[in-house]
């Protein structure tokens, strides 16, 4: 079994930083990849940034340039930085990982971007 736990989220003002971080811990033996998702109020989860284990990123068009997404294969984390944060940006943040050839779900970490 694969746990994946999230943390770094909180309030921020317009224009702030947070970072966000997520370990997997567990039966990794084989991660493919991690991401990081989103999921706004009333709105479906979206993809905000992907990493692989060959290092390739992908990014939401609304967060490049702001976002980093980092992963330490030795460690098995992934980090989330964000900066130049927007109200817009405020959701709950979740953690995603291939590992193994199965999809894990961290439990979230809510960010709210407000002034």
């Known amino acids: 079994q694969v746990h994946l736990a999230e943390s770094g989220g909180g309030l921020v003002q317009p224009g702030g930083s947070l970072k966000l971080s997520c370990a997997a811990s567990?039966?990794?033996?084989?991660?493919?990849?991690m991401a990081w998702y989103r999921q706004a109020p009333g709105k479906q989860r979206e993809l905000v940034a992907h990493?692989?284990?060959?290092?390739?990123?992908s990014y939401v068009d609304s967060v490049k340039g702001r976002f980093t997404i980092s992963m330490d294969k030795a460690e098995n984390t992934v980090d989330l930085q964000m900066n130049s944060l927007k109200p817009e940006d405020t959701a709950v943040y979740y953690c995603?990982?291939?590992?193994?050839?199965?999809?894990?779900w961290g439990q979230g970490t809510q960010v709210t971007v407000s002034s």
């Open positions: 995603q990982a291939r590992i193994n050839g199965h999809d894990y």
């Open positions: 990493i692989t284990k060959t290092w390739t990123t």
């Open positions: 567990g039966r990794t033996v084989n991660v493919y990849a």
